[in-house]
């Protein structure tokens, strides 16, 4: 049998290194920030900010462009309507390509000015879903550009 005795020693000092790192009276980094002294942190970019807050029961949220993006009602779908929901909405957002994120806006345009009625919608326009189901349909969709869905 072969022995390695380079790979144990390399193995060794590897460890020594780890924990020493980790000892209690290892200087701290000085580049980490310090219970004193606030974390920086990179700047937010449009897809990093805070979502919106959700609008108050019984209101919507509509955008600049008259897109109803946010609906006051809790998310109303059973678990299949809801998943053929997500997946409608990311197989035309992915036929889109682009950011999924920059195609939420359009997707729920579309599926709003449309009477047709499909998995998108619970089957049922958009104008005839009730207020649970317009929020179940938009948690999908949200969940469809964050690639979720299945």
Do not use: K
């Not at 209101?59 to 946010?70: F, K, L, M």
């Not at 053929?84 to 990311?90: D, N, S």
């Not at 104008?127 to 179940?136: D, I, K, P, V």
């Amino acid at each position: 049998m072969r022995r390695y005795p380079q790979f144990a020693m390399g193995a060794v000092a590897v460890t020594v290194i780890l924990v020493g790192g980790c000892s209690p009276d290892s200087e701290p980094d000085p580049t980490s920030p310090t219970p004193d002294s606030p974390a920086s942190s990179p700047p937010e970019t449009p897809s990093e900010q805070a979502a919106p807050a959700a609008p108050a029961p019984g209101e919507v949220a509509i955008s600049p462009g008259g897109v109803t993006t946010a609906v006051g009602a809790p998310a109303e779908s059973t678990e299949d309507d809801y998943f053929q929901a997500c997946m409608a909405a990311r197989t035309w957002m992915e036929q889109r390509g682009d950011d999924l994120q920059a195609q939420i806006e359009p997707y729920l345009a579309m599926v709003q000015s449309t009477q047709s009625a499909g998995p998108a919608t619970f089957g049922a326009p958009w104008s005839e879903l009730s207020a649970g189901q317009q929020s179940a349909v938009i948690v999908a969709v949200e969940a469809a550009a964050d690639r979720l869905c299945g």
